[in-house]
């Protein structure tokens, strides 16, 4: 932060400064030289523009609200020429030309790489609000291999990392709640059962492994 009355601010950098006559703080840009009036004071800066690269996210709190004019998405102002704010609300921003924060908005973390889900893994989601045909609680598996793209709306519970099923092994299952499983058989909450399909095993939200079983070969001598 600068209060000097001339401010340099370099190519993808930002100020923020206040009118002490309105009580409104606006945003400037470089690259410019910004001369600054006796009733304006430099709130922040100057910083560096948010810039995120290809297959790059990062959450922005409180942010602008914006509306769409032709093909133009466009900040909205208030009467006062104030930014308006999602107050409490969050937004993730994707790939995108730098940019900066308006007064009020807060860059959550840092900006982070894209999660990569491996072949037999899925991330385990849970709704933190509704949204589409998903109501806040539900949980679902986003199964791998594949690039998961986060959402405000979502949270991410854990890891799910598929379970090698040997000759002569199985899985024994039991339901979480009520639900139809992978072979399209119907599970009341509570119910267990074996899988015995050898090769990796990856359990559905509802399901929950309950112990490796190894089969038991009987012989003429051994009963």
Do not use: C
């Given at each position: 932060m600068s209060n000097a009355a001339v401010i340099r601010?370099?190519?993808?950098?930002?100020?923020?400064?206040?009118?002490?006559?309105?009580?409104?703080?606006?945003?400037?840009v470089g690259p410019q030289t910004f001369?600054?009036?006796?009733?304006?004071?430099?709130?922040?800066?100057?910083?560096?523009?948010?810039?995120i690269p290809p297959r790059h996210y990062c959450i922005i709190q409180n942010p602008v609200v914006t509306e769409l004019v032709g093909e133009v998405?466009?900040?909205?102002?208030?009467?006062?020429?104030?930014?308006?704010?999602?107050?409490?609300?969050e937004e993730i921003r994707f790939e995108q030309e730098p940019?900066?924060?308006?007064?009020?908005?807060?860059?959550?973390?840092k900006v982070a790489p894209?999660?990569?889900?491996?072949?037999?893994?899925?991330?385990?989601?849970?709704?933190i609000r509704d949204f589409d045909d998903k109501v806040a609680g539900d949980e679902w598996l986003f199964r791998g291999p594949g690039t998961y793209i986060p959402r405000v709306e979502v949270q991410v519970v854990e890891i799910v990392r598929a379970t090698i099923i040997k000759p002569n092994q199985s899985l024994r299952l039991r339901?979480?709640?009520?639900?139809?499983?992978?072979?399209?058989?119907?599970?009341?909450?509570?119910?267990?059962?074996?899988?015995?399909?050898?090769?990796?095993?990856?359990?559905?939200?509802?399901?929950e492994i309950r112990e490796t079983v190894s089969v038991y070969v009987l012989t003429d001598k051994k009963a």
């Open positions: 601010i370099k190519p993808f950098h930002y100020i923020h400064v206040l009118d002490n006559n309105s009580n409104v703080t606006s945003v400037e001369t600054r009036m006796d009733h304006q004071t430099v709130t922040a800066g100057p910083n560096d523009m948010i810039m998405e466009s900040v909205v102002f208030d009467k006062n020429k104030q930014v308006v704010l999602r107050h409490g609300d940019f900066p924060l308006f007064p009020g908005e807060k860059l959550y973390g894209l999660q990569v889900v491996a072949p037999n893994t899925a991330i385990r989601l849970r709704a339901a979480r709640k009520e639900f139809v499983d992978a072979f399209e058989i119907h599970r009341q909450a509570g119910e267990e059962w074996i899988v015995r399909n050898t090769g990796a095993y990856l359990p559905d939200v509802n399901e």
